[in-house]
């Protein structure tokens, strides 16, 4: 469990890059953390309604 948790709070810090969010206010700040998780659940869920072999892959996705 320890590391699942793990897994996700760096995919979140790297990928989403949510160290670097910019946000100079409390409301800035969860605007684009809340951007950025959604954009993420969008990848996941476009992976599922097409029928990826890997379904939690975001290699497609990032830049």
């Known amino acids: 469990m320890r590391q699942w948790i793990?897994?996700?709070?760096?995919?979140?810090?790297g990928q989403l890059s949510l160290?670097?969010?910019g946000g100079r206010t409390p409301?800035?700040?969860?605007?684009?953390t809340g951007q950025r998780l959604l954009a993420?659940?969008?990848g996941i869920?476009?992976?599922w309604t097409t029928d990826a072999a890997?379904?939690?892959?975001?290699?497609a996705y990032d830049h």
């Open 40 to 42: 993420l659940a969008a």
């Open 45 to 47: 869920w476009h992976n």
């Open 19 to 21: 160290e670097q969010h």
């Open 54 to 59: 890997v379904k939690r892959s975001l290699i």
């Open 6 to 13: 793990e897994a996700v709070i760096d995919t979140l810090k």
């Open 27 to 32: 409301a800035g700040v969860f605007a684009r």
